[in-house]
């Protein structure tokens, strides 16, 4: 620790031993009672404070949550809602979007979770929204604001990454989850039974198409009927992000439940693809494969070949 330059820094270089004394032989517990030194004529201006009573009040976190907003606005979010979203609570909405952005980036937590989570960070004075403004209601109409405007969104956030970040998205990863719903789900037109990833069959659901990068970073996400099969939402995925991002012959990876006699066609028709072949088709061909002339590219300690290529 430099006492001297500390010292320098509170306005008293002559208090740097007094300092390093205190910090090292000050008991824990023990109350404070030592005043740093001031010279006579600097007295009015100084007030005295005991060490010992100095603590925390209402701490709030604040370097994260700043970082997360200098995110957000270097991706010009910020900017991209003012124009997106109006109406009389347009820029409450845009705000409040802000704050549940820092709390996915920073601790995520549900909707409700945010309203326990966002008062105790600098939050509210940093993006000037008091505390008492925000309920559920506001965090859930807040997301409806954005939604008509996702396509949006996601094309200047794939703009902005390959501006700053330099990506490419010449190679993409697609694939299909589902989340149920808890009750009856009435009124959710896409809610649905189907194939549930979450052992839930009981419950109704919605599936989520998502796309990422070679990298994992998303590209964009489609919501689909609860009973769709994976490979009905391929060819509308591919020719959303052919339009929306101009990409013109991605490299796609898929698992095999994408894989039908069409899809593969629509594949080779236009694509570079990486695909698991389905174990029926695996099996006709293995004996052409096994036919093949076989060279080893990398092999394990025990000389046992690890890749081969035909």
């Known amino acids: 620790m430099d006492w001297q330059n500390l010292a320098e820094r ?3 270089p002559d208090m740097a031993a007094a300092l390093e004394y205190r910090v090292k032989n000050v008991r824990r517990g023990r109350p404070g009672t030592r005043q740093a030194p001031w010279t006579p ?6 007030v005295p404070i005991y060490l010992g009573q100095v603590g925390w009040g209402n701490p709030r976190r604040f370097g994260d949550v700043y970082v997360a907003l200098r995110f957000w606005k270097r991706l010009g979010l910020g900017n991209l809602l003012s124009k997106l979203v109006t109406g009389r609570s347009s820029e409450v909405n845009a705000l409040v979007c802000a704050m549940m952005v820092a709390n996915r ?3 995520p937590e549900s909707e409700l979770g945010m309203l326990g989570w966002w008062g105790k960070t600098s939050l509210p004075e940093l993006l000037g929204l ?5 309920d559920d209601h506001r965090l859930y109409r807040s997301l409806d604001a954005i939604l008509p405007h996702k396509e949006r969104i996601e094309e200047h956030l794939a703009g902005v990454g390959r501006g700053l970040f330099g990506r490419e ?4 990863l697609y694939d299909l989850t589902s989340t ?3 009750g009856c789900a009435e009124g959710i037109s896409r809610a649905k039974r189907g194939y549930s990833r979450d052992k839930r069959p009981d419950a109704k659901q919605v599936c989520i ?3 990422v990068d070679w990298d994992g970073y998303p590209v964009g996400y489609e919501v689909y009927d609860g009973n769709v099969r994976d490979h009905a939402t391929v060819s509308e995925t591919l020719e959303k ?3 929306r991002f101009g990409i013109q012959s991605p490299t796609i990876c898929m698992d095999r439940g994408m894989l039908t006699d069409e899809t593969l066609e629509m594949l080779r028709g236009g694509y570079r693809y990486i695909v698991s072949e389905r174990r029926d088709r695996a099996r006709m061909l293995l004996e052409k494969v096994s036919a093949c002339n076989w060279q080893v590219i990398r092999s394990d300690a025990r000389g046992l070949p690890v890749i081969e290529v035909a």
């Open 10 to 12: 509170l306005g008293q």
């Open 41 to 46: 004529e600097s007295g009015d201006e100084l």
């Open 105 to 107: 980036l920073v601790s």
């Open 130 to 134: 008091p505390v008492e403004s925000v």
């Open 169 to 172: 998205y010449t190679a993409l």
């Open 180 to 182: 149920y719903f808890e």
């Open 209 to 211: 198409g998502i796309v």
């Open 241 to 243: 992000l052919r339009k």
